[in-house]
């Protein structure tokens, strides 16, 4: 009985109580994507391609190097069975990206 004389009944206690926890919880859920957004801001690419011939069929065990032309650093992979490869953590500028199949290596 103490609720009612100040005004506060067992709902309406609930009610704030599950007002805060909610409030809460969506301060935590902005602070969370916010972290994650940050994450994903890299200042690096990833080059993706598929490798094939003049019919289409996809070719594999190619040599893929990526080269960038102001500083020269390189990347290398092959591409897989199906004829795909992914060169990832590149720093922005201009790449070079020559293919040799392993025949002619």
Request: a positive charge; one cysteine or more; proline letters at 3%.
């Amino acid at each position: 009985m103490i609720w009612l004389s100040a005004g506060l009944t067992p709902a309406w206690r609930c009610r704030v109580f599950f007002s805060k926890i909610r409030a809460i919880l969506s301060i935590y859920a902005v602070m969370v994507f916010a972290i994650v957004g940050l994450y994903a801001q890299t200042g690096q690419g990833t080059i993706v391609g598929l490798v094939s011939d003049s019919t289409g069929a996809r070719i594999v065990s190619v040599a893929v190097r990526v080269t960038n032309k102001e500083t020269s650093v390189a990347s290398s992979i092959s591409s897989n069975e199906g004829g795909l490869y992914r060169v990832s953590y590149l720093n922005p500028g201009t790449e070079r990206l020559p293919l040799k199949t392993a025949e002619s290596t």
